[in-house]
């Protein structure tokens, strides 16, 4: 009896060292850790998908200058974060495969750029996406063309499992996605709208969700940015030329790099 008396003294004894020495160890020792490792960035369209087209230039092209000058920015300023492009050339990428590429190499960001158009000539400003179906009519037109480029490809029909990106029915398998990224994809894509009205002087059109392929399908935080319309006389100057694209491009770094930020001070 005695000896029980003491063995549960001691285990009771133990027990209270263990859990006053643990309350002395710093909280980040414990706290799970946060960190932006992997940035996957598309440029949107390539090779026989030329995207929107302007009155002399090509979506693809615009997308992929700026996509490489996000990517350059990266990898001299935060040399901790690894940068994987889905391309850099004008070559064709299926769009499932974009999205793909991201989730083999256990990405923990998804940035995917593109340049707007619109019948209305007069449309300008950018805007950034997100995964949702908020507003899903409003933003069809845009939904549909992003997503209308799976037609280009072969066999999209079985690869694409049936989906038909110009019929409202097919989005409705998009409801109960992304979800768990929702607040870190509405956190990047809000600072991307906020520096280029801040710093590069554009009008935002403003953070929407949106049913877009390329974002439904990856594994970690994915925003889609609209960086103008290339249908716009005026804007499709400025995306054109070299300040536009370094502005443009030094937007989407500083707002990946206050994501990284806050992120990895939780």
């Known amino acids: 009896m005695k000896r029980l008396q003491v063995k549960n003294i001691l285990l009771i004894s133990l027990l209270t060292f263990s859990f006053l020495f643990t309350g002395f160890l710093p909280t980040g020792s414990r706290a799970p850790e946060y960190k932006l490792r992997r940035v996957v960035i598309d ?34 300023l935060l040399p901790d974060v690894e940068v994987i492009y889905t391309r850099k050339t004008d070559v064709a990428v299926d769009l499932k495969e974009r999205p793909n590429i991201a989730n083999r190499n256990r990405a923990d960001l998804f940035i995917s750029i593109h340049c707007n158009a619109a019948a209305n000539k007069s449309a300008y400003g950018t805007e950034t996406f997100v995964m949702g179906t908020k507003n899903f009519e409003a933003n069809f037109d845009i939904v549909k063309r992003e997503n209308s480029v799976i037609i280009l490809e072969e066999n999209y029909e079985e690869n694409y499992e049936g989906f038909d990106p110009t019929s409202p029915e097919s989005y409705m398998m998009f409801n109960l996605t992304q979800k768990a990224f929702l607040s870190n994809s509405l956190s990047l894509a809000s600072k991307v709208e906020e520096d280029f009205t ?28 609209e960086l103008g319309f290339i249908s716009n006389t005026s804007e499709e100057r400025f995306l054109n030329s070299k300040q536009g694209q370094t502005y443009l491009a030094s937007a989407i770094y500083r707002s990946v790099k206050a994501y990284k930020e806050e992120l990895e001070s939780l």
Not at 43 to 49: C, F, S
Not at 62 to 67: E, G, N, P, Y
Not at 198 to 223: D, E, N
């Open 43 to 76: 440029a949107g369209h390539g090779g026989r998908d030329p995207g929107a087209i302007g009155s002399y230039s090509k979506e693809k092209d615009l997308t992929l200058s700026v996509a490489l000058q996000v990517g350059s920015y990266i990898e001299e």
């Open 198 to 225: 801040s710093r590069v002087q554009r009008h935002s059109r403003g953070v929407k969700q949106a049913p877009l392929y390329v974002l439904w399908t990856t594994s970690m935080p994915s925003v889609l940015i």
